[in-house]
């Protein structure tokens, strides 16, 4: 079974705090991706990684940085938290191959976010 | 740019009934299309994948889906709908961008399934 953890199910957090979210997979699968979920407007791509240490913008990067140093690895991080980064927060993974008919993303549970 | 258009924010239908989810894209290559489910406080799972073979596929749980390139839709169906099928169904759109896949997600479409 695939098996992606996210590192906290709920968390509650102060504007301005640095808020760190992880994500860790078991597969060896070389891309991870950190989604956004709010009701009404599906999930949103916020960062995504092919490779340790790659990274690409999503459709809304803004407010939000990723780290990869190791391949199971991905954390999104908040610099400066605010309160429209109350969300549901989404890593996901796949296998590297190029065909799209390969690429089936597996997700985490999420991480219900509350910034005060 | 791809983009996925999903008909329907909410569809309630009668246990036994069968189930209609629609589902619109606009991708400027041959795209691969899915549906993923997701159920209360879960994690997103993979229903079925349309991959350029087969224009009718089935997925799990008695799901299917077919595609239709003429009317560029992908409706989701089942013929006769059961309590544990209450949940949020997404409609999503793959493109390969660089070395990695990005998937568009529709806005959902949430299942409500009377006794």
């Known amino acids: 079974d695939v098996k992606v953890t996210q590192s906290s199910r709920y968390l509650v957090k102060r504007t301005g705090e640095k808020v760190f979210l992880e994500c860790v997979q078991d597969m060896d699968h070389e891309n991870m991706f950190w989604y956004r979920q709010d009701p009404g407007l599906g999930l949103r791509l916020i960062y995504f990684s092919y490779d340790v240490k790659m990274k690409e913008k999503g459709d809304i990067p803004e407010g939000y940085s990723v780290s990869r140093e190791k391949k199971e690895r991905f954390s999104l991080i908040l610099e400066s938290a605010s309160t429209n980064q109350t969300s549901m927060y989404l890593c996901?993974?796949?296998?590297?191959?190029?065909?799209?008919?390969?690429?089936?993303?597996?997700f985490g549970p999420g991480t219900r976010l509350t910034v005060l | 740019a791809q983009s996925v258009t999903q008909l329907d924010s909410h569809v309630s239908v009668s246990e036994g009934t069968p189930v209609l989810l629609r589902c619109n894209y606009s991708s400027s290559y041959s795209p691969s299309l899915f549906w993923y489910v997701q159920h209360p406080n879960k994690g997103l799972q993979l229903l079925l994948k349309y991959t350029s073979a087969a224009t009718l596929v089935k997925g799990i749980n008695g799901f299917e889906a077919e595609f239709k390139k003429s009317e560029t839709s992908f409706h989701l169906t089942k013929p006769s709908a059961h309590m544990s099928d209450a949940a949020e169904y997404f409609c999503v759109v793959s493109e390969t961008r660089g070395s990695g896949d990005k998937l568009t997600f529709g806005t959902g479409t949430r299942l409500a399934v009377r006794p």
């Open positions: 996901a993974i796949s296998r590297g191959d190029t065909v799209p008919s390969y690429n089936e993303q597996f």
